[in-house]
């Protein structure tokens, strides 16, 4: 038995659960791992086994952008490094707002160890693949939003196992993101070679989105808000009826952000007039935000944000060896390639110009 098995065990025991039947849950790109619990009574919940220690360390609060780029990915991009008292802390929050994240049954934020409230399988992804009408579903998702952006988000969270800083997603942050097309698309795709002129380009041409970005960071951001991380809850109505997971490296950002990372998603196509109608049902419910200047940093942002994701598979595929994130990778470019056109991106479509044959750009 494994030292990290024998600390599983022991925790659960401790949470009256050492009897529960135990099912692992197939693996993601990250370093947590979950397992479906069932206790005797027939209840289900979920263990999240996130080791405290597995990744480079989350940024502290007062780190300059230097040492923030000094002490790893995790501190550059302001990710949490999976610490479980991120998820608890923001799974409260969220939930003292009336939206529906996991209850914490148990937690122990120094093993990296917690119970939680099981939401079952029921994706919006998988939902829909089922048959379930999609749009329903999407503008519940928009609802549940709104409801996020008409709170001003706190500095520091308090969660069950402790506060957690709520950190804004800045300069450092958005361009680190981008910065990672630059590092390895070349090593997946031969055909690209960035020299340092070429880099240096890169940044300035997304510096003004960047600006933006940063300055219009007013809001909670869940940071990976999408139909595979959103779980229909039936019998909840409302907003409530979307089930958030994979929240614990939320930040305060750009109210787009989490706009564009659902309906411009790189797992499933998502219909130019769902996008839009999606969009109107957003502006109807703020209706004091000026729509022209947010889809102006919507179209930016998530360009930007098309570009990491590009970096983060051709990373995932060159440097840990998962090909099937290969498969999403056109769906991304499309995406880029669509807001490219966009007014206020006309420096970086000239760098894609410049840089990226077309052939690579698909």
């Known amino acids: ?213 940063a300055a219009g960071a007013t809001v909670m951001a869940h940071r990976d808000y999408h139909a595979e991380n959103l779980i229909r809850l039936p019998d909840r109505e409302g907003a409530a009826m979307v089930g958030m997971i994979d929240f614990q490296d939320a930040v305060r950002a750009h109210p787009s952000w989490d706009l564009h990372s659902l309906l411009q998603d790189a797992r499933r196509d998502v219909s130019p007039a769902l996008e839009a109608r999606a969009l109107d049902h957003y502006f109807s419910l703020r209706p004091g935000v000026d729509r022209a200047g947010f889809m102006r940093d919507y179209a930016g942002l998530a360009a930007l944000n098309e570009a990491r994701i590009l970096g983060i598979f051709a990373r995932l595929i060159v440097r840990d060896g998962k090909p099937r994130y290969r498969a999403f990778m056109p769906r991304m470019w499309a995406h880029l390639n669509a807001n490219l056109q966009k007014p206020g991106l006309e420096t970086v479509r000239a760098w894609f110009d410049a840089h990226v044959p077309e052939a690579s750009r698909r």
Do not use: C
Request: hydrophobic share 50%.
């Open 1 to 213: 038995m494994s030292d990290r098995e024998a600390l599983r065990l022991e925790f659960l025991k401790a949470a009256g659960l050492a009897e529960a039947v135990r099912d692992p849950l197939p693996g993601d790109a990250s370093t947590r791992r979950y397992e479906r619990l069932t206790t005797a009574d027939g209840r289900s919940l979920m263990l999240m086994d996130q080791p405290a220690n597995a990744e480079s360390p989350p940024a502290d609060p007062a780190w300059t952008p230097a040492q923030r780029l000094a002490s790893g990915w995790n501190a550059t991009a302001r990710l949490s490094a999976g610490r479980i008292e991120a998820f608890a802390a923001v799974a409260d929050h969220l939930r003292a707002l009336g939206l529906s994240a996991p209850e914490i049954i148990a937690v122990d934020a120094a093993a990296g160890l917690a119970v939680l409230e099981d939401f079952g399988d029921a994706l919006f992804a998988r939902v829909i693949e089922a048959g379930e009408a999609e749009e329903p579903l999407y503008l519940a998702a928009v609802e549940a939003l709104a409801a996020l952006h008409a709170v001003e988000p706190p500095v520091r969270l308090s969660g069950a196992a402790g506060d957690w800083p709520l950190l804004v997603y800045d300069e450092t942050a958005l361009q680190g993101g981008a910065d990672l097309f630059v590092e390895w698309m070349p090593a997946l795709d031969p055909a690209l070679s960035f020299d340092d002129a070429a880099v240096a380009d890169w940044r300035a041409a997304w510096r003004p989105v960047v600006e933006r970005g």
